[in-house]
Nanobody, 121 residues
Framework: QVQLVESGGGLVQPGGSLRLSCAASGSFSAIDDMGWYRQAPGKERELVASITTLASTIYADSVKGRFTISRDNAKNTMYLQMNSLKPEDTAVYYC???????????????WGQGTQVTVSS
């Protein structure tokens, strides 16, 4: 089993910054690709950024140049540095990770509980 816990959300003014963290724990052999998703009220959940084990990254067009995704494989932790925040960034942010219970098993996707990010004056 893999458990993911997000932290770092909160209320911030437009133009401000936040750093989200996602820590993986439990009984598993490997964490492969990871990503951050967000869901605003009345909208579909969307990919914000993803990162592979070797640190290749993909960003949504809406956050390019403002957000930076990173990971520390030794700590099984992923981060999302969010700068120049805008009101439209307001959403619940979720961590997703593909985990393998054994090194030879098919990976399954796991989700965290989400952390609220609110950008408002």
């Amino acid at each position: 089993q893999v458990q993911l816990v997000e932290s770092g959300g909160g209320l911030v003014q437009p133009g401000g910054s936040l750093r989200l963290s996602c820590a993986a724990s439990g009984s598993f052999s490997a964490i492969d690709d990871m990503g951050w998703y967000r869901q605003a009220p009345g909208k579909e959940r969307e990919l914000v950024a993803s990162i592979t084990t070797l640190a290749s990254t993909i960003y949504a067009d809406s956050v390019k140049g403002r957000f930076t995704i990173s990971r520390d494989n030794a700590k099984n932790t992923m981060y999302l540095q969010m700068n120049s925040l805008k009101p439209e960034d307001t959403a619940v942010y979720y961590c997703k990770a593909k985990g393998r219970i054994t090194l030879f098993s098919q990976g399954n996707d796991y989700w965290g509980q989400g952390t609220q990010v609110t950008v408002s004056s």
